[in-house]
């Protein structure tokens, strides 16, 4: 780059990292806006980059060892037995994962900005226009401003992908899972009794028919008292009448939590769950619930004219794939490389084009493979033993997730 003025629409993982990027291959003017003020919310709470793919970025710069992470091993998969509380384990695979909060990632990646960034929170951006002097960007208060390249870390409904829209893209609505993950934290020490149920360093699956439920601990929030914390996500269909709401694109990424949803939950957790998981459930306070409808989509071209996608914005996977933190970090490593080695703007974003929207389609099919596996079309989970499992686990995916190698 030869000091190009940029603007990065969203502030949060994927534009965070993206501002480094930006600044890091010689733009002259990096500004990133973002709708929220102040801090993000926590979206997810928990997440895990497994440490081959965390290995690769801190190479790249983008994370680093200082950045709170929990260490997980192994990701047992348990089953409902008779009366034995913690259940029976049907097959163990190795879980080589960090876990993060999302919150804190988000804190830490924000603290490290260089100062040069502009980022201005509370800052909405109504549209962007493409055009042959500069993209403009249209801002909720009527201002506008242009610049040299539009990069859109706007999430799953991204502005700046309605300008590629706009501009004869073919961009297609996020599209229904079918299936709903309800995700909850709690403090470690509210775990229930006994502790050796759950060891420190796994990522339990409680399987039942219909679903199933991934629980591992995560470092404390940000601002809060620090103590470690349990995140759970749970997935299961929702009852046949609410599924057309649930549906609608427009819920993605949140819904309402109500109090019909979590007594369908726990209905389930009280007909499949062995007792330790179950208490582990309705141990977890209401304010640290939410409700994710599944949703997935892909864009058909991650850059187009002085406009690129990174993050949520070009592509949204869902989370079985362990991969949403992870691909946006990943986009803004390759789009930064892009920009420092291609002669032009143009070819290095047709670069990272041609890098990253097959891995995006990639992610989008993974995720499909397994929601269809370990939600919508469950096997006898209580037929399977270590063996078996693992051909199932291999015929259904299972072995993508985590994301795929930088540079594959
Ligand atoms: C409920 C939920 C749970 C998740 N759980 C996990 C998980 O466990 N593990 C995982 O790896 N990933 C998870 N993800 C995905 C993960 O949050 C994202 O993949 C990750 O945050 C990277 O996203 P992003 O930065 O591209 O977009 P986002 O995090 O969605 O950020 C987009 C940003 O753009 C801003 N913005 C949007 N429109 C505008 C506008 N017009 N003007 C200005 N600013 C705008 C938004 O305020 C937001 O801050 C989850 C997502 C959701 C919704």
């Known amino acids: 780059m030869h000091g190009e ?5 969203g502030g949060s993982i994927a534009g965070c990292a993206a501002a480094r990027a930006l600044r890091r291959a010689g733009a002259g003017e990096v500004v990133v806006l973002e709708r929220a003020s102040g801090r993000l919310q926590d979206r997810g709470v928990g997440l895990a980059i497994q440490n081959e793919r965390y290995a690769e970025l801190e190479a790249a710069g983008y994370l680093d060892a200082r950045m709170p992470w929990v260490p997980l091993a192994r990701r047992p998969w348990v089953v409902r037995d008779g009366a ?3 259940g029976r384990e049907i097959a163990s695979m190795p879980f080589p994962f960090r876990s993060y909060g999302w919150g804190s990632l988000w804190r830490e990646l924000r603290g490290r900005l260089p100062d040069e960034v502009d980022y201005r929170g509370g800052t909405v951006v109504r549209s962007v226009t493409d055009g042959p002097d500069g993209a403009v960007v249209l801002l909720a208060d009527g201002a506008e401003e242009r610049f040299d390249l539009v990069v859109g870390a706007d999430g799953h409904r991204s502005t700046v992908r309605a300008a590629m829209l706009a501009a004869g893209s073919s961009v297609s609505a996020p599209a229904w899972g079918g299936y709903l993950a309800w995700r909850g934290t709690l403090p470690v020490e509210q775990l229930p009794r006994p502790a050796g149920a759950f060891p ?3 990522a339990t699956t409680v399987a039942f028919p219909g679903g199933h439920m991934i629980a591992y601990r995560i470092p404390g ?6 103590g470690a914390q349990v995140n759970w996500v749970f997935y299961a269909t929702p009852p046949a009448h ?6 609608d694109p427009r819920t993605n990424p949140s819904a309402e939590l109500t109090s019909e949803l979590t007594d369908y939950q726990h209905a389930l957790v009280e007909r499949f769950f062995p007792g330790y998981w179950r208490d582990v459930v309705h141990a977890t306070p209401a304010e640290s619930r939410l409700l994710q409808p599944i949703h997935d989509a892909v864009a058909p071209r991650f850059a187009q004219g002085r406009l690129v996608l990174l993050g949520d914005a070009a592509a949204i996977a869902r989370p079985h794939t362990g991969s949403g933190a992870l691909k946006a970090l990943q986009d803004a490593t390759v789009l930064g490389r892009a920009l420092l080695e291609a002669d032009s703007l143009p070819a290095a974003l047709a670069a990272y084009d041609a890098e990253r929207a097959p891995v995006g389609r990639a992610i ?4 499909r493979s397994l929601g269809r596996a370990q939600v919508l079309r469950t096997p006898d989970w209580a037929s399977l033993d270590q063996r078996s499992f693992e051909c199932w686990w291999q015929e259904n995916s299972g072995a993508g997730v985590g994301g795929r190698p930088l540079g594959s």
Not at 221 to 226: E, L, S
């Open 5 to 9: 003025r940029v603007a990065v629409v």
């Open 84 to 86: 034995r509380r913690e």
């Open 200 to 202: 420190e360093d796994a």
């Open 221 to 226: 929030a940000p601002g809060g008292d620090g």
């Open 242 to 247: 609410l599924a057309g709401e649930l549906a």
């Open 364 to 367: 989008l099919e993974l995720g």
